[in-house]
């Protein structure tokens, strides 16, 4: 029998969760920055996001991890704006300019189902931090209209664990990142100095609410799925975060170690970063992987 989404079980409590978090934009601490700007009358915090939705993309998404692509792809709703200030951020025009279209969550919610019609197999939500309690107020409408696939929470990692904690029970898949750990390079590049220790804590408690990535014919339905993206330079760092996910986490981690990274926005500033990643360094963060004992989500 198919495992149901977790939401679906607990609507009374998705209710009563986001209409206590719509009530904190008075006074946002949404996330570690604990701005306590006033959202609902327009104060703007460090990740400037407003108090209504802005939407810079929505469609059947081909380039995440095949488990949440299928065939029919991955339901992805690109929101804007960020809580970091990654100095090579690829999506710079969505999470540092804004750029995209305000929607209410009646819309939200309509969209959830129009990817669910296309075939999606999931809705994942890219950079969801700010704008969670009217994602969940939009879930709430949807799943009373028929929503009934799984939700990814598609993050960056710096999250409040007091947030995380508090919507136990209603994310299938937890996506986040771990980007560093050295706390120089979070200070640097991310312009979030406690990052690392923040991100520790938080990926442990999404894996304790959900576990190891369960597949249903060959298909993400739950669980934690990590992504680490290869820097230039961060060799050593990088093993930190495999020894962190093998030794804290589970050896049954699904990690998508990535080669992917690209000197963008303001990489050229600082040298270290202004190249790619070699294949050499790519492969060694991988061998680590394995020798620790991860197996599952990369390849060298």
Not at 100 to 106: A, R
Not at 160 to 182: A, T, V
């Amino acid at each position: 029998m198919p495992m149901e989404p977790l939401y679906l079980g607990n609507l009374s409590k998705l209710k009563e969760v986001f209409q206590e978090l719509e009530a904190s934009l008075e006074r946002c601490f949404l996330c570690p920055r604990g701005c306590g700007v006033d959202r609902s009358k327009g104060e703007l915090g460090y990740c400037k996001a407003p108090a209504q939705l802005v939407i810079s993309s929505v469609g059947p998404h081909f380039g995440e991890e095949p488990p949440l692509v299928g065939w029919c792809g991955s339901g992805t709703i690109f929101l804007t704006h960020c809580n970091l200030r990654c100095v090579f951020c690829q999506n710079f025009e969505i999470s540092h300019l804004g750029r995209g279209d305000e929607v209410d969550v009646e819309r939200m919610a309509g969209l959830m189902l129009w990817l669910q019609e296309r075939g999606c197999h999931n809705i994942n939500f890219v950079t969801p931090t700010h704008y969670l309690p009217q994602i969940l107020h939009a879930l709430y409408l949807a799943a009373h209209r028929g929503l009934k696939v799984p939700v990814v929470y598609n993050c960056g990692g710096y999250e409040s664990l007091e947030i995380i904690k508090k919507i136990k029970g209603l994310i299938d898949i937890y996506m986040p990142d771990i980007k560093f750990f050295d706390s120089r390079a979070c200070s640097t590049y991310l312009q979030a100095p406690d990052y690392g220790e923040v991100v520790k804590r938080v990926v442990k408690e999404m894996y304790l609410q959900v576990g190891d990535l369960v597949l249903e014919d060959g298909l993400a339905v739950r669980g934690l799925l990590v992504r680490h993206l290869v820097m230039p330079g961060w060799v050593e760092d990088s093993k930190r975060v495999m020894e962190f996910i093998a030794e804290e986490v589970s050896l049954n981690t699904y990690v998508n170690i990535m080669f992917q990274y690209r000197p963008l926005y303001q990489a050229q500033r600082f040298p270290e970063i202004s190249r790619r990643p070699s294949l050499g360094e790519y492969r060694e963060v991988c061998r680590y992987a394995r020798e620790l004992g991860l197996r599952r989500g990369f390849s060298e």
